[in-house]
């Protein structure tokens, strides 16, 4: 992504060699800058935005669509700090790609049907309330997992380590520090009895 000139650089990836090759340029503004870019499940669509804009390109044709245009909220609301436009992109395990804010505000945007063309994806702006201001704040990392493709002479390919099956008990106390108030949150291995006990 060129953020200088408000430009996509989309290439083709080998996944058999590491290889990226056919790079195609795809203006998207002639004055905004770009912050996040995700991809769709699928691949199919690629979503980028600028501060009040969200796009979607077809990764067939190239064509851009404006699926979203910031609409003005203000969080916390009442407030005239902070403005809930577009930053930071995040395709979670649902489906669904979360948008950031690129002020210390209290909402995520989210595209709730990314494999869909246009505004059928379903932009719902300053949809999710987190209770407390976050700054940019999505999971940036590499998707480790491409999963397999039969169409492929190298069809699978993982890290090579070996998933965890089996977990201990796991538990964590937030917020730390507190005033007394907090939430407690445990994970129990599959199928074990375990006791909880506590002391005033």
Known sequence: ??????????????????????????????????????????????????????????????????????????????????????????????????????????????INYSDSAGIACDVQQHAIYLGYAQLRAVPNHPNYYLGCDTTSSCACLTTGINEVTSHDFNFSVSPNPNNGSFKIMYLLPQNKKESWKYLI
Not at 57 to 65: E, G, Q, T
Request: some cysteine; glycine content about 8%.
């Open 1 to 110: 992504m060129d953020s200088a000139n408000s430009s996509l650089v989309i290439f083709d990836f080998d996944r058999c060699n590491g290889l990226f090759s056919n790079s195609r340029v795809v203006k998207l503004s002639d004055s905004s800058y770009l912050w996040g870019l995700a991809f769709s499940p699928s691949g199919q669509f690629a979503y980028s935005c600028s501060d009040n804009y969200i796009f979607q390109i077809n990764i067939d044709d190239l064509s851009v669509d404006t699926v979203a245009i910031y609409d003005g909220f203000i969080s916390p609301v009442g407030f005239s700090c902070c403005q809930t436009s577009f930053f930071n992109m995040y395709l979670a395990a649902n489906g669904k790609i979360y948008v950031t804010s690129g002020s210390g505000v209290q909402h995520l945007h989210e």
